[in-house]
């Protein structure tokens, strides 16, 4: 895409880069990517050594001293911390800061003025009564400044991503727009390429495991949503009892990651238990994410593991891109 085409972004919570670099694909270049993480930051700076990254708690970022000078700013973009939903309902803490940080990029944007704003999340902030008030504090934000606001509840497989993974998104327009932003979403049609087996089958022969075919062929479904990833909890494992039973089903083994494809001598036969099922390797479950291979992951195995399992798969956040690039253009 040529460069006087492109349009602005400010991304706030970025992690380890799987909004930014789909927004990066739809046509947006960041103007700021800030993360209170110094491993995401660090791998947002490998990947991207041109990007203004600013490690720092977003509840302490002054955009008048960080953000000096800016032109307009075409979008907002956060993919803020999980708010406590199903998936998490063993984390011992509520959701108090991540509400506080959700509340926080509404005023951010009234503030910043930017011509949209995107915001994703777990369904739960949707859908759950106690996240009311918060979503109400916000939209109230938006409204009295000019904006225009959606709700939309959508699975990541329907946009190009081999894994079932559903998202609460909120998008906003300050100039109107948000219609034709809805219209723009548009699911692909299934892929018969992005299953597990047809995804991993590649990285899974590296060694020359005589039995990939055999996996592959078994393995011919969507992916489960990777979990995981929290930072509240254990070590790099795919998630809790409900996600070690759906991948045991493609005989995987999610109990523990592995540093490497199979060996030439591995003998897959789940029957045999967990230590005869395939493990993942961190850079297979970023493909399940749909990270492109090229794109790094810094630190040691737990904490890349973690930065993959909270990002924002870049295929869904191109779409996402395309439809709020498409709304932005027409105004």
Same mark, same amino acid.
């Given at each position: 895409?040529?460069?006087?085409?492109?349009?602005?972004?400010?991304?706030?919570?970025?992690?380890?880069?799987?909004?930014?670099?789909?927004?990066?694909?739809?046509?947006?270049?960041?103007?700021?990517?800030?993360?209170?993480?110094?491993?995401?930051?660090?791998?947002?700076?490998?990947?991207?050594?041109?990007?203004?990254?600013?490690?720092?708690? /977003? $509840?302490?970022?002054?955009?008048? !001293?960080?953000? *000096?000078? =800016? @032109? +307009?700013?075409? %979008?907002? &973009? #956060?993919?803020?911390?999980?708010?406590?939903?199903?998936?998490?309902?063993?984390?011992?803490?509520?959701?108090?800061?991540?509400?506080?940080?959700?509340?926080?990029?509404?005023?951010?944007?009234?503030?910043?003025?930017?011509?949209?704003?995107?915001?994703?999340?777990?369904?739960?902030?949707?859908?759950?009564?106690?996240?009311?008030?918060?979503?109400?504090?916000?939209?109230?934000?938006?409204?009295?400044?000019?904006?225009?606001?959606?709700? /939309? $509840?959508?699975?990541?497989?329907? !946009?190009?991503? *081999?894994? =079932? @993974? +559903?998202?609460? %998104?909120? &998008? #906003?327009?300050?100039?109107?727009?948000?219609?034709?932003?809805?219209?723009?979403?548009?699911?692909?049609?299934?892929?018969?390429?992005?299953?597990?087996?047809?995804?991993?089958?590649?990285?899974?022969?590296?060694?020359?495991?005589?039995?990939?075919?055999?996996?592959?062929?078994?393995?011919?479904?969507?992916?489960?949503?990777?979990?995981?990833?929290?930072?509240?909890?254990?070590?790099?494992?795919?998630?809790?009892?409900?996600?070690?039973?759906?991948?045991?089903?493609?005989?995987?083994?999610?109990?523990?990651?592995?540093?490497?494809?199979?060996?030439?001598?591995?003998?897959?036969?789940?029957?045999?238990?967990?230590?005869?099922?395939?493990?993942?390797?961190?850079?297979?479950?970023?493909?399940?994410?749909?990270?492109?291979?090229?794109?790094?992951?810094?630190?040691?195995?737990?904490?890349?593991?973690?930065?993959?399992?909270?990002?924002?798969?870049?295929?869904?956040?191109?779409?996402?891109?395309?439809?709020?690039?498409?709304?932005?253009?027409?105004?």
């Amino acid at each position: 895409m040529p460069r006087t085409n492109r349009l602005t972004s400010v991304e706030l919570c970025a992690g380890a880069g799987g909004l930014a670099l789909g927004l990066e694909q739809a046509g947006f270049d960041p103007l700021l990517l800030l993360d209170n993480r110094d491993v995401a930051c660090e791998t947002l700076r490998a990947n991207r050594p041109g990007w203004n990254v600013l490690h720092k708690d /977003l $509840l302490q970022f002054e955009p008048r !001293f960080e953000l *000096p000078g =800016h @032109r +307009e700013i075409d %979008v907002i &973009a #956060a993919g803020l911390p999980r708010v406590k939903s199903a998936a998490t309902a063993s984390r011992p803490r509520g959701s108090s800061w991540e509400l506080e940080l959700f509340e926080t990029t509404a005023r951010l944007t009234v503030e910043l003025r930017p011509r949209a704003l995107l915001i994703e999340n777990v369904p739960d902030l949707l859908k759950r009564d106690e996240y009311e008030s918060s979503r109400s504090r916000v939209a109230k934000h938006l409204e009295d400044a000019g904006y225009e606001h959606c709700w /939309l $509840l959508l699975d990541a497989c329907e !946009f190009g991503v *081999p894994q =079932h @993974r +559903e998202y609460a %998104v909120m &998008a #906003a327009v300050r100039e109107g727009g948000i219609t034709s932003f809805i219209e723009g979403l548009r699911p692909f049609p299934p892929a018969p390429g992005l299953t597990v087996g047809a995804v991993l089958r590649a990285s899974m022969s590296v060694n020359g495991w005589p039995q990939v075919g055999e996996w592959a062929a078994q393995a011919d479904v969507i992916a489960p949503t990777i979990v995981g990833g929290s930072w509240d909890r254990g070590g790099g494992d795919l998630g809790p009892q409900g996600s070690v039973r759906a991948w045991a089903k493609v005989g995987v083994n999610g109990r523990a990651l592995a540093d490497s494809s199979p060996s030439a001598n591995f003998v897959w036969n789940p029957s045999q238990g967990p230590a005869h099922m395939l493990k993942l390797t961190v850079e297979q479950v970023a493909a399940l994410q749909g990270f492109p291979s090229y794109w790094t992951f810094e630190g040691r195995k737990t904490a890349r593991y973690r930065q993959v399992g909270n990002a924002t798969p870049p295929p869904f956040a191109c779409a996402l891109g395309v439809a709020l690039r498409s709304a932005l253009t027409t105004l």
